[in-house]
């Protein structure tokens, strides 16, 4: 298993809470017990013990009310504020150093791996967003709270709305 990626994990979340322990962190922040637990499942599943992958994977549902597939692709330093009701399907691929909020759905419209999202590093998915297909959300954007996202949004840019349409671009 890559450590380096629980580590991150872990710096992201000692920016924010100011937790200098993996023990306060794991106890006290539930967005990253649901990552620390989706790693070991990842790397369950990589080594084809997907039996125990989804007991991991039903253990991440039962305490958190998240659904992270073990099959997903997700980057270093992700953080979860608020890990219930997210739904990260299993062709899902998240770059590194995203935030996502509660009740976030990633998912497909069909069941080929081809249809399912691909979000960007440093893209922050606000509450309730539901991003659905084969769509990318580029680099640095921002999705406002309960956007459906059926098209592709560009880098460093402000979408919101039903369908989610991109309102602004972020000046870096």
């Keep these: 298993m890559k450590l380096n990626l629980i580590w991150e994990d872990l710096i992201a979340i000692k920016r924010k809470n100011n937790f200098f322990s993996f023990f306060k962190a794991f106890m006290l922040v539930p967005g990253f017990r649901v990552i620390f637990i989706y790693r070991i499942s990842n790397y369950l599943y990589k ?76 893209v922050c998915l606000y509450t309730g967003v539901t991003v659905i297909g084969n769509v990318k959300i580029g680099e640095k954007s921002r999705i406002g709270a309960n956007s459906l996202v059926i098209n592709d949004i560009p880098n460093a840019s402000i979408a919101v709305g039903s369908p989610a349409k991109v309102i602004k671009e972020i000046q870096e």
């Excluded at 958190?64 to 504020?81: L, R, T, V, Y």
């Excluded at 219930?84 to 509660?102: A, T």
């Design 47 to 122: 080594k084809k013990l997907r039996i125990l992958s989804q007991i991991l994977f039903n253990i991440n549902h039962l305490l958190h009310g998240c659904e992270i597939k073990a099959s997903a692709k997700i980057g270093k330093g992700i953080q979860i504020p608020h890990a219930v009701g997210i739904v990260i399907g299993e062709g899902v691929i998240i770059g590194e150093y995203c935030m996502i909020y509660q009740n976030v759905t990633l998912g497909t419209n069909s069941y080929t791996a081809a249809n399912y999202p691909e979000i960007g590093n440093n």
